[in-house]
């Protein structure tokens, strides 16, 4: 059964209109502490996690049926190329297909990993990493407790010590004014990249490279 999570501080009064939106048959959870993102060394969204019936990952955690040709959006009008549009739609079908073969074959699907392929893959926990979560956890409660210029600092500080989050980033630039985690910032530290990716390519047959 799918469950979606959603990383979002602010509850239910930013996440809650999207969720209500995508009239999900599914639950739909909020995470105000960001506690699976911590839990799963996740640093972006959409990302999916594969769990069965006993409850053994078998894959994941891993970009969810996306890819970087959105970074051909337009920031100004939001409107993407036709070209990057068809290869998000090919993705995201490829993804959906390796789903339902899971749902259908189980442990019997190609998409299934071993213990120690997915063991293998899971995120290494640097020390960096780890005091860039406690950074980030010491802002939100300083947030909570309505001192937001305190929190910003730590904020910073997390972001400084993992770059690679764009969780991290991405709340603490929403906590400090609602929409500039999609804003001009966010756009600019995108185009910094470089050559480097967004989100990781998903390791699956048939995915654009």
Same mark, same amino acid.
């Given at each position: 059964?799918?469950?979606a999570i959603a990383l979002d501080t602010r509850g239910a009064e930013a996440? *809650?209109?999207?969720?209500?939106?995508?009239?999900?048959?599914? %639950?739909? #959870?909020? +995470?105000?502490? $960001?506690?699976?993102?911590?839990?799963?060394?996740?640093?972006?969204?959409?990302?999916?996690?594969?769990?069965?019936?006993? *409850?053994?990952?078998?894959?994941? =955690?891993?970009?969810?049926?996306?890819?970087?040709?959105?970074?051909?959006?337009?920031?100004?009008? &939001? $409107?993407? =190329? /036709?070209?990057?549009? +068809?290869?998000?739609?090919?993705?995201?079908?490829? &993804?959906?297909?390796?789903?339902?073969?899971?749902?259908?074959?189980?442990?019997?699907?190609? $998409?299934?990993?071993?213990?120690? @392929?997915?063991? +293998?893959?899971?995120?290494?926990?640097?020390?960096?990493?780890?005091?860039?979560?406690?950074?980030?956890? #010491?802002? #939100?409660?300083?947030?909570?407790?309505?001192?937001?210029?305190?929190?910003?600092?730590? !904020?910073?500080?997390?972001?400084?010590? $993992? %770059?690679?989050?764009?969780?991290? /980033?991405?709340?603490?630039? +929403?906590? @400090?004014?609602?929409?500039?985690?999609? *804003?001009?910032?966010? !756009?600019?530290?995108?185009?910094? #990249?470089?050559?480097?990716? &967004?989100?990781?390519?998903?390791?699956?047959? *048939?995915? %654009?490279?």
């Open positions: 059964m799918p469950l996440a *809650g209109p999207w969720i209500e939106r995508a009239n999900a048959a599914y %639950p739909c #959870l909020i +995470d105000r502490e $960001h506690l699976v993102a911590r839990l799963y060394g996740m640093v972006n969204v959409p990302t999916a996690v594969w769990i069965d019936e006993t *409850g053994r990952i078998v894959r994941g =955690p891993e970009t969810a049926g996306t890819s970087d040709a959105w970074r051909e959006m337009d920031p100004a009008t &939001y $409107h993407v =190329p /036709a070209q990057a549009r +068809d290869e998000l739609r090919t993705v995201r079908a490829i &993804y959906l297909d390796a789903l339902r073969d899971w749902a259908r074959n189980g442990p019997a699907s190609v $998409h299934v990993r071993s213990q120690r @392929e997915v063991r +293998d893959r899971l995120p290494r926990l640097t020390e960096a990493a780890a005091r860039a979560d406690a950074c980030f956890r #010491l802002g #939100l409660v300083l947030q909570q407790r309505g001192r937001a210029d305190a929190a910003q600092r730590w !904020f910073q500080e997390a972001r400084r010590l $993992h %770059p690679d989050s764009w969780s991290i /980033a991405r709340q603490a630039w +929403d906590l @400090e004014e609602p929409g500039k985690a999609g *804003g001009p910032e966010f !756009f600019a530290a995108v185009r910094a #990249l470089g050559e480097r990716t &967004y989100y990781s390519p998903i390791d699956m047959d *048939g995915m %654009p490279r």
